[in-house]
Every structure is written in structure tokens, then in C-alpha cells.
């Protein structure tokens, strides 16, 4: 049994226009956009295969709240990968081709993946069971 | 002059066995574009990865899909024997390219007996509905189960299959290839069945290929692509060519599904002839750690199971990107410019499965 090598290459948000449009000039299909919420942070990668079959990965890391730029103004077929981001994790993707606003997973918990904004500390002197 | 309208498509509609929204933005008879809404049938099975133990996800992965349920099952398997470099017994590795072929097999014939109906072809639609009763019943001796076989597991199979059983079924397959050549021939060569698809939906292999579409409907517009060529299970000791075709149209797709059967006929012939003996499973210890996409050749096309895991016993993320969900965008430009009347073939052409793009 052969094993695909995992080449993941870390890159900055800066740079992942021309990262995606060097992919698009090589000829590389765009395979997958896949989001994971790791240590309070979104690690998105950009799944791309080669005319030999080889499979290589891009990756950002960004913070909650924080925006990127869409990739389907080079890749058309992307924006069923960042609408669904942005449905799931509530990520903000700027200037999807076909942006549906947070309807195209209509699920009944809003951003059911997103990273959970930890718990406000009361301030002092409403501590419970002093009314 | 023309007039514009939005005719809603789905989500239900006889030709979708699954939910799925179209607005279809039309000119007259013409579509000028369409437009998809899914989340009907969401059911977050990614985060449940959070709470079950990674050893027994295997049994939810199965799940995400009742067609393409093995190869999602093998497909975690390997992501998650990835992260931990394990070495699984050879003779498993041959028994889940069989249950893979059986399983494209029994997804093929589903798919060729809904187009055949989604044509009016009551005849053909029994046909092969008929003749993949043959595969499921070679499922259910092999597995117990004629769909959702829950025969992987992490490091090898839950249940082996005697070398003579397997010539068993290599040899059953030899009266079964001759109905499907007798049934194949319909589809390729019946004057009606042409006439109706031949022409409608077509994808350039420039437009299939910018548009990351997978499986039969990128290799009906000319390119080669199969994941089982890059080697997984026992792909690489056995020898076969992707089928292409190159008009791109829905007559395509159907003629690449077609002769994809006599493909997984012969791939379970050799893997008959050349399965190993010995154990079919390893034993498993400890927890993974780090992360490995896997990709599998689904009967719809190309699985990618992402797996992420921090050394304890749920992991971290698992994502799975179905090739339903990467043949929208190529959908929707085959739609451009269609009759109406023509949308339903058009997307049943893609062999959809909502149940899988949406998880």
C-alpha cells in the first residue's frame, strides 16, 4: 500500500492570493478548503492536486473574528468551501463570488463550530447571591 | 421579448432520492443560472468525533453515507493508521479493495437504474436494478450486511472472506458480466438513450478540471484522473486504466459509469488470484497524534478524510470533503443554457448524494 506524502506548507494570510493564483497558473485543481478550530485558532488549508496526482496542502492560521480573502476569484469553484467555513465556523470571508450570508448550511445552532468566545467574568460586586 | 423568472428545483423532486434546493433563474425555457441551498439533511457527524472514542468512529464514518459506506469506513481507517504509521496485513489490504469494487459496483447500477429512469426507461431501470441484487447478496455473504457492511477497522478487517469464497464470487461474477454486457450495450448503444443524453450538460475537461470536479465526471470530459491510481489498499499491485470519455456530456458519465463495472470485475478477479494469506488485522495501542488527509475513489469520485488528533482517545477534527460536494460548481455551469425539461438529467448526471455532501 502506498501513502501519500502530507506535504502542509504554513503561509500568511498576506500572501494567499498569490499563493492560490501560482496554483491556478501551474494548472493544479483545487480539491478541498478544510477549516479545524486548534488551540483558540482556525487552521484553514487549501488541499490542491498536481497533473501527477501529487496532493499538497497550503495553510493559514487565524484568530477568531479575524477576515480573509476569498479565493474564488481565482478558483470559481471555491465558494461552496468558504460558504460553508463561514456557515460552520463564522469565519468572515471577504468577497465570495457567490455569497449566500450564512444560508447555504442552514443549520439550527448558528456556527455550530466555531470557536466558543470564553465566559465573561462578572464584574466585581455582582457576584451571585448578594441581591 | 424574453421573460425571467426563478423556478424553484427541489428539494424534493422525483429524480432527487436526497434534498437539495435549485433556484433555477430561467429566460423562457432557458437557464440562465441555478443557484443551490443545502442543510437539510446536515447532521454534524464531523463533531462527533469530540465525544466517541477514535476506535469506534469508524462506525459513525460508515454511516455518512448508505451507497458509499465502506470506502468512507476504509477512508478514516487510513487517515487514522496515517497518523500512526501502522502496517496493515496485506491480506486486509486485499480484502477492502474487494469490498470497494463491490461496493462501486452496487453504487453504479443504482445510479444506472435512476438515470434509466429519470428517462422513462422502466424496462432498463429494472434491469439494473435486477443485476446489482447479485452484488449485494455477495455483500451480505461476505459482511452480513447488504449495505453498511461495518467490516473495516482500524489496523486491518473485522471479518475475512475464505480464498475459496472469494473464488466463489470471481466466479459468479463471470455470468454476471454477461448480463451487464447485455445491459451496457442499452446504455451505449440504444438510439433513445443517446438521443437523451447525448449533447445535454456538457463540461469541457478545461472547465471540469478549474472547477475541481471528481470521479465519473471528470473522467467523462477527458481526464484521467482515479484516485486508485496513486495506490491505497492493494491498488497498486493490481493493474487497471482509468475508463475516459470525452464528450462531457450526461451521455458520458454514463457510458464511464458503465465500463467502470467490467473495471471492478476485473480488479475483484485479481484480487481473487493474488490475495496473500495470513492475518487480517493488527493489533492497535495507544492514541494518534498529528494529522493526515486521506483520499479514497468513491463510486461518485474522489474522498478526502482530513483527521486531526492530540494523543488522547477523541481527536481533534475530522472533515471530509465527499465528491458530491466537489461536483456542485461543475453542476452549475453544465446547467447554463439548458431546457428545463433537460435539468433533471443534468442532475442526476453528477450522481448525487446530499446525505454525504452534507455530513
Same mark, same amino acid.
Given at each position: 500500500?502506498?501513502?501519500?506524502?502530507?506535504?502542509?506548507?504554513?503561509?500568511?494570510?498576506?500572501?494567499?492570493?498569490?499563493?492560490?493564483?501560482?496554483?491556478?497558473?501551474?494548472?493544479?485543481?483545487?480539491?478541498?478548503?478544510?477549516?479545524?478550530?486548534?488551540?483558540?485558532?482556525?487552521?484553514?488549508?487549501?488541499?490542491?492536486?498536481?497533473?501527477?496526482?501529487?496532493?499538497?496542502?497550503?495553510?493559514?492560521?487565524?484568530?477568531?473574528?479575524?477576515?480573509?480573502?476569498?479565493?474564488?476569484?481565482?478558483?470559481?469553484?471555491?465558494?461552496?468551501?468558504?460558504?460553508?467555513?463561514?456557515?460552520?465556523?463564522?469565519?468572515?470571508?471577504?468577497?465570495?463570488?457567490?455569497?449566500?450570508?450564512?444560508?447555504?448550511?442552514?443549520?439550527?445552532?448558528?456556527?455550530?463550530?466555531?470557536?466558543?468566545?470564553?465566559?465573561?467574568?462578572?464584574?466585581?460586586?455582582?457576584?451571585?447571591?448578594?441581591? | 421579448?424574453?421573460?425571467?423568472?426563478?423556478?424553484?428545483?427541489?428539494?424534493?423532486?422525483?429524480?432527487?432520492?436526497?434534498?437539495?434546493?435549485?433556484?433555477?433563474?430561467?429566460?423562457?425555457?432557458?437557464?440562465?443560472?441555478?443557484?443551490?441551498?443545502?442543510?437539510?439533511?446536515?447532521?454534524?457527524?464531523?463533531?462527533?468525533?469530540?465525544?466517541?472514542?477514535?476506535?469506534?468512529?469508524?462506525?459513525?464514518?460508515?454511516?455518512?453515507?448508505?451507497?458509499?459506506?465502506?470506502?468512507?469506513?476504509?477512508?478514516?481507517?487510513?487517515?487514522?493508521?496515517?497518523?500512526?504509521?501502522?502496517?496493515?496485513?496485506?491480506?486486509?489490504?486485499?480484502?477492502?479493495?474487494?469490498?470497494?469494487?463491490?461496493?462501486?459496483?452496487?453504487?453504479?447500477?443504482?445510479?444506472?437504474?435512476?438515470?434509466?429512469?429519470?428517462?422513462?426507461?422502466?424496462?432498463?431501470?429494472?434491469?439494473?436494478?435486477?443485476?446489482?441484487?447479485?452484488?449485494?447478496?455477495?455483500?451480505?455473504?461476505?459482511?452480513?450486511?447488504?449495505?453498511?457492511?461495518?467490516?473495516?477497522?482500524?489496523?486491518?478487517?473485522?471479518?475475512?472472506?475464505?480464498?475459496?469464497?472469494?473464488?466463489?464470487?470471481?466466479?459468479?461474477?463471470?455470468?454476471?458480466?454477461?448480463?451487464?454486457?447485455?445491459?451496457?450495450?442499452?446504455?451505449?448503444?440504444?438510439?433513445?438513450?443517446?438521443?437523451?443524453?447525448?449533447?445535454?450538460?456538457?463540461?469541457?475537461?478545461?472547465?471540469?478540471?478549474?472547477?475541481?470536479?471528481?470521479?465519473?465526471?471528470?473522467?467523462?470530459?477527458?481526464? $484521467? !484522473?482515479?484516485?486508485?491510481?496513486?495506490?491505497?489498499?492493494?491498488?497498486? *499491485? +493490481?493493474?487497471?486504466? %482509468? /475508463? #475516459?470519455?470525452? &464528450?462531457?456530456?450526461?451521455?458520458?458519465?454514463?457510458?464511464?459509469?458503465?465500463?467502470?463495472?467490467?473495471?471492478?470485475?476485473?480488479?475483484?478477479?485479481?484480487?481473487?488470484?493474488?490475495?496473500?494469506?495470513?492475518?487480517?488485522?493488527?493489533?492497535?495501542?495507544?492514541?494518534?497524534?498529528?494529522?493526515?488527509?486521506?483520499?479514497?475513489?468513491?463510486?461518485?469520485?474522489?474522498?478526502?478524510?482530513?483527521?486531526?488528533?492530540?494523543?488522547?482517545?477523541?481527536?481533534?477534527?475530522?472533515?471530509?470533503?465527499?465528491?458530491?460536494? $466537489? !461536483?456542485?460548481?461543475?453542476?452549475?455551469?453544465?446547467?447554463?443554457?439548458? *431546457? +428545463?425539461?433537460?435539468? %433533471? /438529467? #443534468?442532475?442526476? &448526471?453528477?450522481?448525487?448524494?446530499?446525505?454525504?455532501?452534507?455530513?
Amino acid at each position: 500500500m502506498k501513502r501519500e506524502a502530507q506535504v502542509i506548507e504554513p503561509i500568511q494570510v498576506s500572501d494567499l492570493l498569490v499563493r492560490m493564483s501560482e496554483r491556478k497558473e501551474v494548472g493544479d485543481r483545487m480539491v478541498a478548503i478544510s477549516c479545524a478550530a486548534v488551540g483558540g485558532e482556525y487552521e484553514i488549508t487549501y488541499s490542491f492536486e498536481d497533473a501527477d496526482h501529487r496532493f499538497v496542502h497550503y495553510r493559514i492560521t487565524v484568530p477568531p473574528g479575524a477576515s480573509i480573502p476569498s479565493v474564488s476569484p481565482v478558483y470559481w469553484g471555491a465558494f461552496v468551501f468558504e460558504n460553508e467555513i463561514h456557515d460552520l465556523y463564522g469565519i468572515d470571508v471577504k468577497g465570495i463570488n457567490v455569497d449566500y450570508n450564512g444560508h447555504f448550511f442552514v443549520t439550527k445552532v448558528p456556527r455550530p463550530y466555531a470557536i466558543s468566545p470564553p465566559p465573561e467574568t462578572p464584574p466585581a460586586g455582582k457576584q451571585g447571591g448578594e441581591d | 421579448m424574453s421573460r425571467r423568472i426563478v423556478i424553484p428545483f427541489g428539494p424534493q423532486h422525483p429524480v432527487l432520492p436526497e434534498p437539495i434546493h435549485l433556484d433555477l433563474v430561467m429566460e423562457d425555457e432557458r437557464v440562465l443560472e441555478a443557484l443551490p441551498s443545502i442543510g437539510y439533511v446536515h447532521r454534524g457527524l464531523e463533531k462527533l468525533v469530540e465525544k466517541r472514542d477514535y476506535r469506534d468512529f469508524v462506525f459513525i464514518a460508515e454511516r455518512i453515507c448508505g451507497i458509499c459506506s465502506f470506502i468512507h469506513g476504509m477512508t478514516y481507517c487510513h487517515a487514522v493508521e496515517g497518523i500512526m504509521d501502522l502496517d496493515v496485513p496485506p491480506r486486509a489490504l486485499y480484502l477492502r479493495t474487494v469490498w470497494s469494487e463491490l461496493s462501486r459496483m452496487h453504487s453504479h447500477l443504482l445510479w444506472l437504474g435512476l438515470m434509466a429512469d429519470s428517462m422513462g426507461f422502466e424496462s432498463l431501470f429494472m434491469q439494473a436494478w435486477r443485476l446489482r441484487e447479485h452484488v449485494l447478496d455477495d455483500m451480505e455473504a461476505t459482511t452480513g450486511n447488504r449495505v453498511i457492511q461495518g467490516s473495516c477497522k482500524i489496523g486491518g478487517v473485522r471479518q475475512d472472506i475464505s480464498n475459496q469464497k472469494l473464488r466463489e464470487i470471481a466466479n459468479g461474477l463471470d455470468q454476471l458480466e454477461l448480463d451487464l454486457r447485455e445491459m451496457v450495450n442499452v446504455f451505449i448503444n440504444d438510439e433513445t438513450v443517446k438521443h437523451r443524453l447525448s449533447g445535454v450538460g456538457t463540461l469541457s475537461s478545461k472547465q471540469a478540471w478549474d472547477l475541481g470536479a471528481a470521479g465519473p465526471v471528470l473522467r467523462a470530459s477527458g481526464i $484521467a !484522473n482515479d484516485i486508485r491510481q496513486t495506490g491505497y489498499a492493494a491498488y497498486d *499491485e +493490481l493493474d487497471f486504466k %482509468p /475508463v #475516459v470519455e470525452t &464528450s462531457g456530456d450526461c451521455y458520458a458519465r454514463t457510458v464511464v459509469r458503465a465500463k467502470e463495472l467490467f473495471t471492478s470485475i476485473d480488479l475483484i478477479r485479481q484480487a481473487a488470484d493474488k490475495i496473500p494469506d495470513g492475518a487480517i488485522d493488527m493489533k492497535v495501542t495507544g492514541n494518534p497524534k498529528g494529522e493526515f488527509f486521506a483520499r479514497s475513489e468513491q463510486p461518485r469520485g474522489e474522498v478526502v478524510h482530513y483527521v486531526k488528533a492530540n494523543g488522547t482517545k477523541n481527536l481533534v477534527r475530522f472533515r471530509v470533503r465527499t465528491p458530491t460536494f $466537489a !461536483n456542485i460548481p461543475p453542476l452549475l455551469e453544465a446547467m447554463k443554457g439548458l *431546457e +428545463l425539461a433537460d435539468v %433533471p /438529467v #443534468v442532475v442526476l &448526471s453528477i450522481d448525487p448524494c446530499i446525505g454525504c455532501a452534507e455530513r
